[in-house]
């Protein structure tokens, strides 16, 4: 296998790295080529685009979720439940919470044998537009004494990305992660052909429902009492402005 091919098969492989992140969001690098779908199924749009001078693929997924943009945003803020919704997320742990809008997560994803596991460590920034009714949480991958090489796996060489959520009205909203990973070591051409597009897939179908399930159980009432006013408010002020 050519070191191009592995390296191509470790970006794919590497998507449900990217969805088990609390953050998201790095520019897209430059000479950028035009987005290609690879995947159109259970009302997600899974796309890629090949950059100049680079072997890996950016991979971007949307979809949209029939809720509020405050009850998706509890779920994403609940770290250590990543392992219930991200596709094959092994362990997730905030390691520093910087502020409200800025934390340091550790994230490991299971790989099949004889494949080792990846882990990172990502930091994260949440911004918000009200103009554009959109909210992003960027995340960028960073060296950090908070957590140390774990035997047996990989880490990341590097990982960024977002991801974006665009408030079409109270109870619908357009989700968009963007991926953009070289997460190292060798991957075998059988592992990516099985997950290039499941993995960014099943990770936004499987937040889509528990997105739902945790706001039929009333599951984070502190956040949601937190934040949904602060949401309404910006909403007004929006609303107001000449």
């Not at 609940?78 to 092994?90: L, Q």
């Not at 597009?197 to 499987?206: A, D, G, H, R, S």
Request: hydrophobic residues 40%.
């Amino acid at each position: 296998m050519s070191s191009r091919t592995r390296r191509r098969s470790a970006a794919l492989v590497a998507a449900p790295l990217i969805v088990l992140l609390l953050a998201v969001g790095a520019a897209t690098p430059a000479f950028a080529g035009d987005w290609e779908v690879i995947a159109k199924e259970n009302g997600v749009i899974v796309k890629q685009k090949e950059v100049e001078g680079r072997d890996l693929p950016i991979f971007q997924g949307t979809t949209t979720i029939n809720a509020n943009v405050v009850d998706i945003l509890a779920v994403m803020n609940d770290t250590a439940s990543n392992t219930a919704w991200m596709h094959n997320c092994a362990e997730a742990r905030e390691l520093q919470k910087v502020d409200e809008f800025n934390r340091v997560v550790y994230n490991r994803t299971d790989a099949p044998w004889p494949v080792d596991d990846r882990d990172v460590v990502v930091k994260s920034k949440v911004t918000i537009n009200k103009e554009k009714r959109m909210v992003t949480i960027n995340f960028k991958s960073i060296t950090s004494p908070l957590q140390g090489p774990v035997d047996g796996v990989v880490r990341m060489n590097r990982l960024s990305g977002f991801y974006r959520f665009k408030i079409i009205d109270e109870n619908k909203t357009q989700v968009t992660y963007q991926i953009d990973a070289d997460p190292g070591g060798w991957l075998p051409d059988w592992l990516v052909s099985a997950t290039s597009k499941e993995l960014p897939m099943q990770t936004l179908v499987k937040l889509r429902n528990r997105v739902y399930t945790s706001r039929d159980a009333n599951r984070y009432p502190e956040f949601l009492a937190q934040w949904k006013p602060k949401f309404e408010e910006a909403k007004q002020e929006v609303a107001a402005e000449p």
